[in-house]
């Protein structure tokens, strides 16, 4: 396998396997979300403004955006570009911001699940199948300890950079700094709304796309011989920046550009190709430059998109060809 799959820090062999193993709750993980949500709901209302709820919209799009999907995502997990290495810190920076993980932590917890679920059986933790009501429980505040795990392990580049070694091991108090910030410029509204709410909603949604696409939606693609296989959910592709055409991504996990037809909007490649117009990024992978992989069929319907960019754009060719036939 190349990097394009995403898995190859998971080494495996014989005795390993996916679909051995007992949910454990995590008293960290839990407390951490919980405690995020709970101040949401509670303090949320009583601090509800329109500077607020603004300074949530505008950090949570950052922090998902450049942060999660293309900085965590794209670029350290699969690989997708290259930009210089400031840039990469800025990005994965602002996706430890969205508090999910650190990037040591996000990436094991990505590639123990892409490698699970591309295994003939998986664990109902690792593929999303279980109650919408336990696997949250499960996915938010528990972990998964597998009877035979098999063992991650990063590249060097990584394994031995300090900043990312750093971010690991703080990337919970990275939120006070922000919070500091955010309470000299418009107080605890912006606080309670700038991290707890924008922590709570994140990190929630994250787990709300993540059980549709396993669950239902539409499919473009199959890939033989994985247990799980993934769905598109279209009403996400805005909020999740483009992380929701989860079909194409289990097809094409190495690709830069998830949502690959004009019916899929994807925020995240809107960045990477604006960032390659300022000559911030290159070598952007894309199914077009990634080789063939044998086990992808191609299915006969076309599924999938997004309904209300289909109409817009009907409504602009057919206005484009008023336009040259006056």
């Not at 700038?194 to 549709?212: D, E, K, N, P």
């Not at 473009?220 to 247990?227: K, N, Y």
């Not at 599924?303 to 057919?318: E, I, N, Q, T």
Request: include cysteine; charge should be neutral; proline fraction near 6%.
């Amino acid at each position: 396998m190349g990097w394009e799959h995403g898995s190859e820090r998971i080494i495996a062999d014989a005795s390993t396997s996916a679909d051995q193993g007992r949910v454990t709750w995590r008293p960290v993980k839990s407390l951490w979300i919980g405690g995020m949500t709970l101040v949401a709901l509670v303090a949320g209302p009583l601090t509800l403004a329109w500077d607020a709820f603004a300074v949530f919209v505008v950090l949570s799009a950052i922090t998902l955006c450049a942060g999660h999907s293309v900085g965590m995502h794209r670029r350290l997990i699969h690989s997708s570009f290259a930009c210089p290495l400031w840039l990469e810190y800025v990005m994965v920076y602002s996706g430890v911001l969205v508090g999910m993980a650190g990037p040591f932590g996000l990436m094991r917890q990505h590639d123990l699940r892409d490698w699970a679920q591309r295994q003939p059986h998986c664990h109902d933790y690792l593929c999303h199948r279980r109650s919408f009501w336990l696997d949250g429980f499960w996915q938010l505040h528990c972990d998964i300890d597998l009877e035979h795990p098999p063992r991650f392990e990063l590249e060097p580049r990584l394994a031995n950079d300090r900043v990312y070694h750093w971010m690991e091991r703080t990337w919970m108090l990275q939120q006070a700094p922000l919070a500091v910030l955010l309470f000299a410029l418009g107080g605890w509204s912006w606080v309670v709304w700038g991290i707890a709410a924008r922590v709570s909603v994140c990190v929630t949604g994250h787990w709300l796309v993540g059980y549709f696409a396993h669950n239902e939606g539409p499919m473009r693609w199959r890939v033989m011989g994985a247990g799980v296989q993934g769905h598109d959910v279209p009403i996400a592709a805005l909020f999740s920046m483009g992380e929701s055409w989860h079909n194409n991504h289990h097809a094409f996990p190495g690709s830069a550009r998830i949502g690959l037809h004009a019916d899929q909007p994807d925020p995240g490649w809107w960045l990477i190709l604006a960032l390659e117009r300022l000559g911030l990024a290159w070598e952007i992978k894309t199914p077009a430059t990634m080789p063939t992989r044998a086990a992808l069929v191609r299915l006969p319907n076309n599924d999938g998109g997004c309904p209300a960019c289909r109409l817009a754009l009907r409504w602009w060719r057919s206005l484009a060809a008023t336009r040259t036939a006056n």
